[in-house]
């Protein structure tokens, strides 16, 4: 299964972005993880197809109405079988 990590920058914690996240992942068949790193910014790792995966970007791209995303960047990492989706 395809994955990447995603980092998201901007006023995205404390908005309920995680759990947004979560959502779409799991309406998108996504595994992984959304979390808060100390930087402010919130770290998706997500593994699915390459449909899924590209359509979970561009959501993270506006993310949850109280969100504002200033940037969200991308890097592919080794595909690997990652099941559920949580937000730690």
């Known amino acids: 299964m395809a ?3 995603f980092l998201v920058s901007g ?3 404390g908005v309920l972005f995680r759990a947004s996240t979560c959502e779409q992942a799991l309406r998108l068949g996504i595994g992984g993880h959304a979390r ?3 930087d402010g910014d919130v770290e998706v790792l997500a593994c699915g197809t390459d449909e899924a995966l590209d ?6 791209r506006h ?16 595909d690997r079988n ?5 937000t730690s």
């Open 3 to 5: 994955c990447v990590r």
């Open 11 to 13: 006023k995205v914690q």
């Open 36 to 38: 808060n790193l100390a």
């Open 55 to 60: 359509e979970l970007g561009r959501w993270l």
């Open 63 to 78: 993310g949850p109405p109280a969100a504002r995303v200033e940037r969200v960047t991308r890097a592919t990492l080794p």
């Open 82 to 86: 990652v099941e559920g989706f949580s």
